[in-house]
């Protein structure tokens, strides 16, 4: 009997324990899901004063995987990296010469390393500093924008314009490189205000591989040439627009529609070829005779305006009020000009008026 009630007891217990154990998350931990990151330099950031012998060194969030981690560092002014070596988390970078006085640097980190666990690195890390007592603190920033919107994809290569009137950026190595952010922003720091000419250049990186493939990605130039100086230290809204040769453009503008006929919408066409049927593409004016055609592949078109009282979408005839056997001319005007239309290009026309001339077809 003892020996009865002693198994229901332990029986008991067995539940009750089970019933409180307290849930464990799987051994290992959660899964790293957060980037490497770099978080602190020697130089730090904005440091003069630094000696020529100096080695660089990069601490990061965590400890990295693999070799050859010298293909991410980048030296500007450019400096031949002799060997980089491990220390826990950090990155000891040793030149194969001394730095050159009186000089400021930037080092830039390019994305693209891994952690132990794979994650891949996604954001590009960079600082400066100098030999001299002071860094160089000259600036240049703005958007770059791809298809008329801010381009987080973009590469920004600044270049130090040489005489030489054959100079072209896509080929060129440029002297300075930054990677936009989600909005499109770029910032090139510490840069000489020395009266420097410089020119800029900026490429969307489809494949974020920081190389521009002409045969598949689109560049652009800032118009102006760049100057800083000792009153014009930092040039904001330098801004950049990336024009895709396959981007379509747009067409906009407004039609006067000065008929009887002034509650009827106003029919738009535009043909590749005067008489194409049907058009290539057709809206609908607004009320106030606003329209707008969206994607128009280059070319060159005609622009028609009309009421289209047969609703064939075609400037024509249409069946005359009182006498169905006779034709009457649709109120139509045609724009006086060949619309042409470039890659990513707005173009805005200017008004044009629908008169009161419609006739009877003989």
Same mark, same amino acid.
Request: net charge negative; glycine share 6%; with cysteine.
């Given at each position: 009997?003892r020996t009865?009630?002693?198994?229901i ?5 067995s539940?009750?324990?089970?019933? *409180?154990?307290? %849930?464990?998350?799987p051994?290992?931990?959660p ?21 020529p012998?100096? @080695?660089?060194?990069?601490?990061f ?10 293909r ?7 400096v031949? !990296? ?5 220390e826990?988390?950090r990155? !000891?970078?040793?030149?194969s010469d ?12 390019? %994305? ?6 794979n994650?891949?690195? @996604? ?15 000259g600036?240049?920033a703005?958007?770059?924008y ?9 590469v ?12 072209t950026p896509?080929a060129?190595?440029?002297?300075r ?5 989600? @909005?499109?922003?770029?910032e090139?720091?510490?840069l ?7 020119l800029?250049?900026?490429?969307e ?25 000792e ?6 809204l330098q801004?950049?627009? !990336?024009?895709? %040769?396959?981007e379509?453009g747009? #067409?906009?503008?407004? #039609? ?11 029919? #738009? ?12 593409? *057709?809206?609908r ?10 994607? #128009?592949?280059?070319?060159t078109y005609a ?8 609703s ?5 005839t249409?069946? *005359? ?10 109120? *139509?005007?045609?724009y ?8 990513g $290009? $707005? ?15 003989e």
């Amino acid at each position: 009997m003892r020996t009865q009630i002693a198994w229901i007891l332990l029986s008991i217990l067995s539940i009750l324990a089970a019933s *409180c154990a307290i %849930p464990e998350p799987p051994p290992g931990g959660p899964e790293d899901k957060t980037a490497p990151q770099a978080v602190a330099t020697y130089p730090a950031d904005g440091e003069s004063g630094v000696s020529p012998d100096a @080695d660089v060194e990069i601490e990061f969030s965590e400890r990295l995987s693999g070799a050859r981690f010298d293909r991410f560092v980048e030296f500007s002014p450019d400096v031949t !990296i002799a060997k980089t070596r491990w220390e826990k988390n950090r990155l !000891i970078v040793e030149l194969s010469d001394t730095l050159h006085a009186d000089t400021t640097y930037v080092v830039r980190i390019r %994305p693209g390393y891994t952690d132990a666990h794979n994650v891949r690195s @996604d954001r590009t890390y960079e600082f400066g500093f100098a030999t001299s007592s002071a860094v160089d603190t000259g600036s240049i920033a703005g958007r770059v924008y791809f298809r008329r919107k801010p381009s987080g994809k973009a590469v920004v290569r600044l270049f130090v314009l040489p005489k030489d009137s054959s100079f072209t950026p896509e080929a060129a190595r440029p002297d300075r490189e930054v990677a936009t952010a989600g @909005d499109g922003a770029y910032e090139l720091k510490y840069l000489p205000p020395r009266g420097v000419r410089f020119l800029l250049w900026a490429f969307e990186d489809d494949n974020t591989n920081s190389l521009f493939e002409p045969e598949r990605e689109a560049g652009a130039a800032l118009a102006d040439t760049l100057v800083l100086g000792e009153h014009v230290t930092r040039l904001e809204l330098q801004d950049i627009s !990336i024009i895709d %040769p396959r981007e379509p453009g747009l #067409v906009v503008g407004r #039609v006067l529609n000065a008929t009887p006929l002034d509650s009827i919408p106003v029919t #738009v066409t535009l043909h590749e070829v005067r008489d194409t049927i049907p058009p290539t593409y *057709c809206v609908r004016a607004d009320k106030q005779g606003r329209y707008k055609f969206e994607n #128009v592949i280059r070319g060159t078109y005609a622009l028609l305006a009309f009421l289209d009282l047969k609703s064939d979408s075609l400037c024509g005839t249409y069946a *005359c009020p009182g006498d169905s056997s006779a034709a009457c001319r649709e109120f *139509c005007a045609e724009y006086p000009e060949s619309v042409i239309v470039s890659p990513g $290009e $707005e173009r805005r026309l200017k008004d044009l008026r629908i008169e009161a001339t419609a006739t009877k077809e003989e």
